[in-house]
């Protein structure tokens, strides 16, 4: 049998000159590309191998046997490879890997094992192939199984591909496809007509569709400085972090000189942007990867950690000294950000989240080194450790409600509680309410907070306050957020959790502080009529501490004011508030409306308030907010 290897040796000759191209350009190092070079160098050796092989056939007894049979070996070895390593690229391409998708990722890499074993025991069993007394090449009773193994790593490359299309462009699938048929196609051609050779034609053809479409170096680099971008930069972190390997990131931000930037002409930007990154070449590079963003920022990835306090104090004394921007002195102000894996960040939009925080503090003093222990950085990470343990509270189902009594002076009887979300830490102390409340709003857990201590005071409502045999209470308190006024369906959606539990609305008071009602205050009217309707009641809270006035009390269907802490101290203290919050009591009153006095920790408070006549107080003097059996074993006192 004569083989025809023309196609082989072109499709040599052209990925070589792909490969060595790829090589001469500058690349950002991330996962897909890896993978790509080791496909097309296992496809390069595997068109190189098969026309060595060919020709050694061809020349017939000339060629020693043991060189043939060697060849032909490390020929399915390496064809392999190559299938197993495209499988590989598009399972990067996809975000695919073996934490993240094990049944995906393990169905290509075990087969691939096992036909490696079935190869490498062809010299003993003569599966695959054997040579006759003459060279010829003679097919094994069992080559149908590497065919067979060619066509399901390209049929499951492809499902891979269509199952994770929505990470993938369209153009993208269709180059996949195209592999996959013509790959099909000419597997079947070779089957039945052996002396053709036509595999590495249809790899080199697709190597250079998919470089041209996926793994064009442009579409990672930043077009004037020639750095990687953010798409190449994330890519590069994620990959360092699934790895676990300790790195440190700098964030050099130019954010303060955006006014500069706007009255600067573009070809003196351009011009700046060009010095900036040559100097960056030349002084920078060597220990630290560039990623150029935009003039007002770029990143440095240092995977050498020791590095970071020189390279960040080199960078800060550059941009103390001016640049030249067409013959003229142009004087940066740069503000240096230093993060560390894994010590100040986990994930990639953790890292994404500090740098955007300091960029937006405007505490920071320009031209500074923001350093890993730098208190603004400190309350960041703080913060960020805050939303993960509330996270995990949410989904665990582990945020407590606390209550606290509010006492009727006249009997010095409990008659209305007040819930309280209590979150504890891992070491298992408090968080103060007013911080992880604060960072449920801004991160959008509140909703699911919200919901979540809801039902926790219905459940308590329903099981344990309602069971007892004279049971004193007449309302309980809840706090709702501005986020959640600010929904449609929050009259519906509490009403739904009431209704769920058997409770009558009647026993709900929901407190709201005057910032609900400034955000929105048409719809805030809307929930307050359809809520009051069906029987639930609500009160200002913290009044005093902000804009609250009389006109909110008149302007909403208010039944009861609650006077804040604060405004409570100054009434005691300072003669002047004391008689002013007095008439405050008294114009209150004469409106028909409740007063709850808050803080109130001592007897004299508490008397002065009687004589006041403030019916309602709550505050240490009786209890602290208590736990849910705590709190049902000191209303038992009363029953």
Not at 488 to 513: Q, Y
Request: glycine share 4%; net charge negative.
């Amino acid at each position: 049998m004569h083989y025809i290897y023309e196609y082989e040796l072109a499709s040599f000759v052209i990925m070589l000159a792909l490969l060595l191209h790829i090589r001469s350009q500058r690349q950002v190092a991330t996962r897909p590309l890896r993978f790509f070079l080791y496909f097309l160098v296992t496809a390069l050796a595997e068109a190189g191998l098969n026309v060595v092989a060919s020709v050694a056939i061809n020349a017939g007894t000339s060629t020693p046997r043991l060189f043939i049979d060697g060849v032909n070996l490390t020929f399915f070895i390496v064809e392999a490879l190559c299938r197993l390593f495209f499988f590989l690229y598009i399972c990067a391409l996809c975000g695919v890997h073996r934490k993240t998708s094990p049944i995906a990722f393990f169905t290509g890499v075990i087969p691939a094992i096992l036909l490696l074993l079935f190869i490498l025991s062809n010299p003993w069993t003569h599966f695959i192939y054997h040579l006759d007394s003459h060279n010829a090449y003679i097919l094994g009773p069992y080559a149908s199984v590497e065919f067979a193994s060619y066509c399901y790593y390209l049929i499951l490359t492809f499902a891979v591909a269509y199952y994770y299309r929505d990470r993938l462009q369209m153009r993208h699938i269709y180059i996949i496809a195209e592999f996959t048929l013509l790959s099909i196609i000419a597997v079947i051609i070779e089957y039945l007509y052996r002396p053709l050779l036509l595999t590495s034609s249809v790899n080199a053809l697709v190597l250079l569709n998919i470089y041209g479409a996926m793994q064009d170096p442009k579409i990672y680099q930043e077009m004037v400085t020639g750095f990687g971008n953010w798409r190449a930069f994330s890519m590069r972190i994620m990959q360092l972090i699934r790895k676990n390997k300790p790195f440190g990131v700098i964030c050099i931000d130019l954010n303060t000189n955006r006014s500069l930037f706007n009255v600067i002409e573009y070809s003196a930007l351009i011009h700046l942007e060009e010095s900036i990154s040559n100097w960056i070449s030349d002084h920078i590079q060597e220990n630290a990867q560039a990623y150029y963003l935009s003039v007002q920022r770029c990143f440095f990835l240092v995977t050498a950690p020791e590095h970071l306090s020189g390279i960040s104090k080199e960078i800060s004394a550059r941009f103390s000294r001016p640049w030249t921007v067409q013959n003229s002195p142009v004087t940066l102000s740069a503000n240096i950000f230093v993060e560390s894996y894994p010590e100040n960040f986990s994930t990639f939009e953790g890292l994404c989240g500090i740098v955007h925080a300091l960029r937006l503090d405007n505490k920071i003093s320009n031209g500074c080194i923001l350093w890993p222990d730098d208190p603004s950085q400190k309350i960041y990470r703080r913060s960020l450790h805050i939303r993960k343990v509330l996270e995990a509270a949410i989904e665990n189902d582990t945020v407590e409600v606390y209550y606290q009594p509010i006492v009727d002076v006249s009997d010095g009887r409990p008659c209305m509680l007040e819930a309280l979300a209590r979150l504890r830490d891992n070491d298992g102390s408090f968080i103060p309410p007013d911080q992880f409340i604060t960072i449920a709003e801004q991160s959008g857990l509140i909703y699911r907070l919200q919901q979540c201590i809801l039902d926790k005071i219905c459940i308590f409502c329903r099981d344990k306050l309602t069971a007892l045999p004279q049971n004193p209470i007449d309302r309980v308190h809840v706090n709702l957020s501005v986020l959640e006024c600010m929904q449609p369906d929050m009259a519906d959606r509490i009403l739904n959790t009431i209704e769920r539990n058997g409770l009558p609305p009647k026993l709900f008071s929901l407190e709201l502080t005057e910032r609900m009602a400034l955000v929105t205050p048409e719809l805030m009217k809307h929930h307050m009529s359809v809520l009051t309707n069906r029987g639930v009641s609500f009160s200002l809270d913290d009044y005093g501490t902000g804009n609250a006035n009389i006109s909110y009390i008149i302007e909403y269907n208010f039944d009861t004011i609650k006077f804040d802490r604060s405004l409570m101290h100054a009434f005691f203290t300072n003669e002047k508030a004391h008689h002013i919050i007095g008439r405050e009591f008294l114009i209150i009153k004469d409106l028909g409306l409740n007063v709850i006095a808050e803080g109130i920790e001592t007897e004299e408070e508490m008397l002065t308030l009687k004589e006041h006549h403030i019916q309602f107080i709550q505050g240490y003097y009786y209890s602290r907010p208590i736990p849910p059996d705590e709190c049902i074993a000191y209303l038992e006192k009363f029953s």
